[in-house]
T-cell receptor
Framework: ETGVTQSPTHLIKTRGQQVTLRCSSQ?????VSWYQQALGQGPQFIFQ???????GRGNFPPRFSGLQFPNYSSELNVNALELDDSALYLC?????????????FGPGTRLLVL | KQEVTQIPAALSVPEGENLVLNCSFT??????LQWFRQDPGKGLTSLLL?????REQTSGRLNASLDKSSGRSTLYIAASQPGDSATYLC??????????FGRGTSLIVHP
């Protein structure tokens, strides 16, 4: 059973640019969630996708968007990058979108915005 | 809005001590509470998941309890080891299915 993988591991962008982060969910998992974790903070929920549809969103502006593909891989896109977007971005997958399932996290992508 | 607080923020102990990490939450209408471990710059590893109908879960040297009415959970680590050094996070999932994380407890176990 493969785990959750993310790419790239590190990324440097400048303010105003756009970025795409990728996640490959654990085999058999049809739900993926994305989180932003600033230094010294807990992860903040960005959004969740279930069967290619967004079914939950945290307090993030529309310039944060996502996609989930039929093979359950997913992307997080961030437009018009701001300095405060610098953070560790984590994706997590689970078998279903219901409340009771454990989430399995990837290693994260560390984004630095200059 | 759910708020999750973890105390203490940091902890440094000698090897072999038994530890208690605390997590409190403001809204007791939860579905589950999950404890995670995070090594520096890495993703999260799930340690224990407690459903709202449960009072505790155990895995090896770890035991987590849940008291929904008082909005508290504790993670008990028995006989701590240097390999336990990490940040421990709790996350509460409520009615919106959106998990809310605390800021974590940074643990150092020195030999």
């Amino acid at each position: 059973e493969t785990g959750v993988t993310q790419s790239p591991t590190h990324l440097i962008k400048t303010r105003g640019q756009q970025v795409t982060l990728r996640c490959s969910s654990q085999s058999g998992h049809n739900t993926v969630s994305w989180y932003q974790q600033a230094l010294g903070q807990g992860p903040q929920f960005i959004f969740q996708y279930y069967r290619e549809e967004e079914n939950g969103r945290g307090n993030f502006p529309p310039r944060f968007s996502g996609l989930q593909f039929p093979n359950y891989s997913s992307e997080l896109n961030v437009n018009a990058l701001e300095l405060d977007d610098s953070a560790l971005y984590l994706c997590a997958s689970s078998p279903v979108s219901e409340s009771g399932e454990t989430q399995y996290f990837g290693p994260g992508t560390r984004l630095l915005v200059l | 809005k759910q708020e999750v607080t973890q105390i203490p923020a940091a902890l440094s102990v000698p090897e072999g001590e038994n530890l208690v990490l605390n997590c409190s939450f403001t809204d007791s209408a939860i579905y589950n509470l999950q404890w995670f471990r995070q090594d520096p710059g890495k993703g999260l590893t799930s340690l224990l998941l407690i459903q709202s109908s449960q009072r505790e879960q155990t895995s090896g040297r770890l035991n987590a309890s849940l008291d929904k009415s008082s909005g508290r959970s504790t993670l008990y680590i028995a006989a701590s080891q240097p390999g336990d050094s990490a940040t421990y996070l709790c996350a509460v999932k409520g009615g919106s299915y959106i998990p809310t994380f605390g800021r974590g407890t940074s643990l150092i176990v020195h030999p």
